[in-house]
């Protein structure tokens, strides 16, 4: 049973969200205003809590930091309702706490579908709580008394072994933890993306942030929020020491030096994988090139035995005929006839120089393809190496978007 508590004052909206969610799995408690919902909370305890953003009294982004503030109710999933659905009004919202964002009017389904994922969340992120504290806790005491440059000098040699995109990311946010900073982070490899957080969660507007954020722009911060830019990377840092100035600005110097260095093995792991899947592209067609040559064998063999036994048969013919008759001018007609047919028929059924052609035609296709494409990974990586050793550095406060 899934428990929602509802914070809205639009009577309207209380009865569409009542049909659309009450059920035999889920319960719906509602409070008129923000004050009225910090009180019900903690008693009620739900699962998700559905926000309205402009309520009489305190709004729902008020209600939202107070909620977060109390110890009962500062990790409940929290969806805001709101007619507004800028990249600003989604960022004020993800800054207050929020975990995702609706906007009026919305489709039942939708607001189902939302419910649904919110509510899985929740229940990993208690599962995982308690291991990524324990995690986090024996990876800053390993590292205790290590400078700030010196963990990103580990981070720098280390990223040169890892194998894999998910090594990699597990090392960035190992080292951003010893930074005491969480983050996310979207990744773009393979013209796929895909989503990594040090905590193992990316909550739904996390990811609308990433996307929506300007790319081109090495630093978009927003509150305690940071978004770092690089092509293949985006990382969201979760809690920027904003407080501390000068730590605040040891982290902008340091954090570009972090995403850089995965960006540059991000390059080289999408190579790789792009090789692999042409070494598995070339095995295929060698492979194909086998069969082709088979094929051609096993035509050759049966045409010579066909061709074989029309031979035998027409000379079989032309000896009767002869046993029958003389060798008057007709019966020379006839058997130079029967000759030359019985040779064209062996030469039509022994030449198989357009099967073989065909065969050298598609092999030659293949192994062009392949080499083409060789070449084209092979000059991408070699591009995107220069891009990064000659790139000038961006990272001024004049490539600083601020919200």
């Given at each position: 049973m899934?428990?929602?508590?509802a914070?809205d004052?639009?009577?309207f909206i ?12 889920s ?6 205003s ?5 009180e019900?909370?903690p ?7 559905i ?8 709004n ?7 909620l977060?503030?109390?110890e009962?109710t500062k990790h ?9 659905s800028s990249?600003?009004e ?9 975990d995702?964002?609706?906007s009026k009017?919305f489709?039942?389904?939708?607001l ?5 994922v919110?509510?899985k969340?929740?229940h ?6 308690d291991?990524?504290?324990m995690a ?11 400078s ?8 720098l040699e ?5 194998d ?15 930074f005491?900073l ?5 990744v773009?490899?393979a013209n796929?993306?895909?989503?990594f957080a040090?905590?193992?969660?990316v ?14 722009v090495?630093f978009?911060d927003?509150g ?5 830019n690089?092509?293949r ?5 979760r809690?920027?020491?904003?407080e ?6 040891r ?11 995965a960006?540059v093995?991000l390059?080289a ?6 090789l ?6 070339m095995?295929s067609?060698?492979?194909?090139i ?10 050759i ?5 066909e061709g074989?036994g ?5 000379l ?8 029958r008759?003389?060798?008057d001018e007709?019966q020379e007609?006839f058997?130079l ?13 022994l030449?198989?120089?357009?099967e073989?052609?065909?065969v ?7 192994l062009?393809?392949?080499i083409?494409?060789?070449e084209h990974i092979?000059s991408?990586?070699?591009?995107s190496q220069k891009?990064i050793?000659s ?5 001024s ?7």
């Amino acid at each position: 049973m899934i428990t929602i508590l509802a914070i809205d004052d639009d009577p309207f909206i209380q009865k569409v969200i009542t049909k659309a969610l009450v059920s035999e799995q889920s319960t719906v408690v509602f409070a008129n205003s923000g004050e009225q919902g910090i009180e019900k909370a903690p008693e009620v305890n739900p699962d998700v809590i559905i926000l309205d953003v402009e309520m009489p009294g305190i709004n729902g982004y008020q209600t939202c930091e107070k909620l977060r503030q109390l110890e009962a109710t500062k990790h409940i999933p929290v969806i805001f309702l709101s007619a507004h659905s800028s990249l600003e009004e989604r960022m004020k919202g993800y800054e207050v706490g929020g975990d995702d964002y609706l906007s009026k009017p919305f489709e039942s389904d939708n607001l189902k579908a939302k419910i649904a994922v919110l509510s899985k969340f929740q229940h990993q992120r208690k599962e995982l709580v308690d291991q990524f504290q324990m995690a986090q806790q024996a990876a800053v005491t390993a590292l205790t008394g290590s400078s700030e440059l010196g963990l990103a000098m580990q981070f720098l040699e280390k990223s040169l072994s890892f194998d894999s995109l998910e090594e990699l990311m597990f090392g960035l946010f190992e080292c951003a933890a010893r930074f005491d900073l969480g983050a996310c982070a979207m990744v773009r490899v393979a013209n796929n993306i895909q989503w990594f957080a040090s905590d193992l969660d990316v909550s739904p507007i996390e990811k609308e942030l990433l996307e929506m954020s300007d790319h081109s722009v090495r630093f978009v911060d927003f509150g305690h929020q940071t978004i770092v830019n690089y092509p293949r990377v985006s990382l969201l840092v979760r809690n920027m020491p904003i407080e501390e100035a000068d730590r605040y600005g040891r982290m902008k110097d340091i954090l570009p030096v972090l995403v850089s260095a995965a960006n540059v093995k991000l390059s080289a792991i999408e190579t790789k994988l792009s090789l692999n899947q042409q070494n598995e592209d070339m095995l295929s067609s060698f492979m194909n090139i086998r069969r082709y040559l088979y094929h051609l064998g096993a035509t050759i063999i049966s045409n010579r035995r066909e061709g074989k036994g029309k031979a035998d048969k027409q000379l079989l013919e032309v000896h009767s005929q002869l046993l029958r008759m003389g060798l008057d001018e007709d019966q020379e007609d006839f058997l130079l006839e029967r000759i030359d047919e019985l040779a064209n028929d062996l030469v039509s059924n022994l030449d198989a120089g357009q099967e073989i052609r065909d065969v050298l035609s598609l092999t030659m296709t293949d192994l062009k393809s392949l080499i083409i494409n060789q070449e084209h990974i092979l000059s991408n990586f070699e591009q995107s190496q220069k891009v990064i050793d000659s790139k000038p550095d961006n990272s001024s406060d004049d490539n600083i978007e601020l919200f």
